[in-house]
């Protein structure tokens, strides 16, 4: 079984908030499971009154919490990324200087991301830092799983 690195990286960047999203190594499938569904897996709470598919992630929930093997492992998330990082790295990869100490400016101080993300805007940079970001997140994948020994194909 082999994971697609685009795959994780997209996941990767969602794998955050009150939602994780696990690879299931047995199967090669994403689970997401909520903080709620493993609590109730946790306690032991009925399943019989769920919907179909309510029951089906609690079922998940179940055999994560149970799983002794170290059957699910959890993405990355937002946080391997460390996005202060690529915001800088980013504006010194432009080959417009002027562009490139703009966006560093812009990262200075609090309010740095919306800022950052406001400039980008009026330098029309938006696709580049699209572009710029998700390779980030796919180098991020491809170290997320040489660490966890999980085959990958690009």
């Not at 799983?67 to 690529?86: A, H, S």
Request: with cysteine.
């Amino acid at each position: 079984m082999k994971v697609n690195l685009q795959t994780i990286a997209e996941n990767a960047e969602l794998n955050d908030g009150d939602v994780n999203i696990y690879l299931d190594k047995e199967t090669g499938e994403l689970i997401t499971i909520t903080h709620d569904e493993i609590r109730d897996a946790e306690d032991e709470k009925p399943i019989d009154h769920l919907q179909d598919w309510e029951r089906k992630n609690r079922e998940w929930a179940d055999l994560f919490v149970w799983d002794e093997d170290g059957r699910f492992v959890e993405l990355p998330t937002p946080r391997d990324l460390d996005e202060y990082r690529v915001m800088e790295s980013f504006a010194h990869s432009l080959e417009d200087e002027e562009k490139g100490n703009k966006l560093l400016r812009a990262i200075r101080g609090r309010g740095a991301f919306r800022r950052f993300k406001d400039m980008v805007g009026d330098l029309g940079l938006e696709e580049d830092w699209y572009a710029y970001k998700e390779a980030q997140f796919l180098k991020v994948a491809k170290r997320w799983c040489e660490d966890e020994e999980i085959p990958y194909e690009s």
